[in-house]
């Protein structure tokens, strides 16, 4: 049985697409079967997994919408072992199409549930708000991984992320839960970001990895060649980092 995973945070530049193409990347790379949904109409995670925009017919956007199915819109073997659901501008119309549609909260769930046993990680990179599409992400999710920057106001919003998802558990998925909270765009140089991280791990009751994402150049340029960190850079400090991530949630999966 797969796992399904909602990389979610409404703050945006907090690097939840940078952890969903680089977590989704070397969850892959460790030999497991992941698909990575784009659920963001900016589409970032689908350029910088390595999927071509300009060639694509369909997206999550149709599939939700019911102009194709799963196969249809999905991009196999992206890299070894990734597959891709790929997003584009017209998934922000999504909201409006959706009004008045029963159980819209469940759309995306019926779509992904019949594959969900296929892989061994199914990853959904969720929009930096709190609408429809961040909703079904939620009801098809087993758990919510949450990125958070390290810059002052840290905290600012995840109270209302996390009844967010108190409130789905309760009305809409009953099995839904945090799986837990990475830091992001960490600078070892700066004392700001050792007491982000000190004030998050006292201030928070909820599963903190021990990874930590750092500030990293190579992981900013890796996007724009459509490339995850791992096979841009095999050995950088935002590889190692991420690696390190996915072998603990695998880890965690085991207990």
């Given at each position: 049985m797969g796992k399904i995973i909602a990389i979610a945070n409404?703050?945006?530049?907090?690097g939840k697409t940078t952890t969903?193409?680089?977590?989704?990347a070397c969850l892959a790379e460790l030999g497991k079967r992941v698909l990575t949904i784009d659920a963001d109409p900016q589409g970032n995670t689908t350029s910088g997994i390595g999927v071509d925009k300009e060639k694509i017919i369909n997206t999550v956007y149709n599939l939700i919408v019911g102009e194709c199915n799963l196969e249809e819109c999905m991009v196999k073997q992206v890299w070894e072992n990734l597959d891709v659901i790929p997003a584009g501008v017209d998934l922000a119309a999504a909201e409006i199409e959706l009004m008045g549609i029963p159980n819209k909260e469940f759309i995306l769930k019926?779509?992904?549930d019949p594959v969900k046993d296929q892989y061994d990680y199914i990853m959904i990179d969720c929009p930096p708000s709190l609408n429809i599409l961040t909703i079904n992400a939620m009801t098809t999710a087993d758990s919510v991984l949450v990125p958070i920057q390290c810059e002052y106001y840290a905290l600012e919003g995840l109270g209302q992320l996390i009844h967010t998802v108190e409130l789905v558990k309760e009305r809409l998925n009953s099995g839904l839960y945090i799986e837990g909270v990475v830091f992001t765009m960490f600078d070892a140089r700066r004392n700001l970001s050792l007491e982000v991280v000190e004030n998050v791990k006292g201030n928070l009751d909820q599963t903190i990895y021990k990874a930590i994402i750092p500030r990293n150049v190579r992981l900013a340029e890796a996007p724009s060649y459509g490339m995850p960190i791992n096979h841009y850079d095999k050995r950088c400090s935002g590889t190692e980092a991420y690696r390190d991530l996915a072998e603990e949630i695998i880890e965690a999966d085991r207990k």
């Amino acid at each position: 049985m797969g796992k399904i995973i909602a990389i979610a945070n409404q703050k945006g530049g907090v690097g939840k697409t940078t952890t969903a193409i680089n977590l989704s990347a070397c969850l892959a790379e460790l030999g497991k079967r992941v698909l990575t949904i784009d659920a963001d109409p900016q589409g970032n995670t689908t350029s910088g997994i390595g999927v071509d925009k300009e060639k694509i017919i369909n997206t999550v956007y149709n599939l939700i919408v019911g102009e194709c199915n799963l196969e249809e819109c999905m991009v196999k073997q992206v890299w070894e072992n990734l597959d891709v659901i790929p997003a584009g501008v017209d998934l922000a119309a999504a909201e409006i199409e959706l009004m008045g549609i029963p159980n819209k909260e469940f759309i995306l769930k019926e779509m992904i549930d019949p594959v969900k046993d296929q892989y061994d990680y199914i990853m959904i990179d969720c929009p930096p708000s709190l609408n429809i599409l961040t909703i079904n992400a939620m009801t098809t999710a087993d758990s919510v991984l949450v990125p958070i920057q390290c810059e002052y106001y840290a905290l600012e919003g995840l109270g209302q992320l996390i009844h967010t998802v108190e409130l789905v558990k309760e009305r809409l998925n009953s099995g839904l839960y945090i799986e837990g909270v990475v830091f992001t765009m960490f600078d070892a140089r700066r004392n700001l970001s050792l007491e982000v991280v000190e004030n998050v791990k006292g201030n928070l009751d909820q599963t903190i990895y021990k990874a930590i994402i750092p500030r990293n150049v190579r992981l900013a340029e890796a996007p724009s060649y459509g490339m995850p960190i791992n096979h841009y850079d095999k050995r950088c400090s935002g590889t190692e980092a991420y690696r390190d991530l996915a072998e603990e949630i695998i880890e965690a999966d085991r207990k």
